[in-house]
């Protein structure tokens, strides 16, 4: 439980210290770059991902439907993606990364664009630069530095990780 609480602080520290750049269709959520560590992390980082969207969209003031429409986008992109990339092949990894970048570009991108009452195409387009950078670039990087035989031994001694890998919470 711990593992999750600290995946949603930091998620939602990350959007609202970031504000400027996390909210509205042109968005670069840095604190999205978590998302691809749910292949790693399983439950705890898909659950606090998504509570920290959550939370975090409290304070983007466009009411319910991005409260929850960004909940439920973080959580079927870190689920999706932890279900194709959690053994950690390269490959299932890239297209684990890239189901995140898409699935949040589509249900992001479609409800801010009713919402701010733009082009469906802008409002996809907008949403996707920013997830292409924070999740696609950034996220693979962490994840990567994060997955090495090095860091995951450290994981494994301090107990955030069991015999199979997985997250132990």
């Not at 609480?5 to 504000?19: I, K, P, Q, R, T």
């Not at 990087?141 to 860091?151: D, E, K, M, N």
């Amino acid at each position: 439980m711990s593992l999750t609480a600290v995946f949603a602080a930091l998620y939602a520290v990350g959007v609202v210290f970031l504000a400027p750049i996390s909210f509205q269709v042109f968005q670069v959520r840095l604190a999205d770059a978590l998302l691809p560590l749910s292949m790693l992390f399983g439950w705890p980082a898909i659950l606090g991902l998504s509570l920290g969207a959550f939370v975090a969209n409290f304070f983007g003031g466009l009411g319910p439907v991005d409260i929850i429409g960004g909940a439920a986008a973080n959580f079927l992109a870190t689920l999706v993606a932890w279900k194709i990339g959690h053994k950690r092949r390269p490959a299932s990894v890239l297209v684990g990364v890239i189901s995140e970048v898409l699935i949040v570009t589509l249900i992001v991108g479609t409800y801010l664009s009713f919402l701010l009452g733009m082009p469906l195409l802008i409002g996809l387009l907008g949403v996707f630069l920013g997830s292409a950078v924070a999740i696609g670039v950034l996220g693979s990087i962490l994840f990567f530095a994060l997955s090495s035989s090095r860091v995951t031994s450290i994981f494994r001694s301090s107990s955030v990780f069991n015999q199979s890998g997985q997250s132990e919470e």
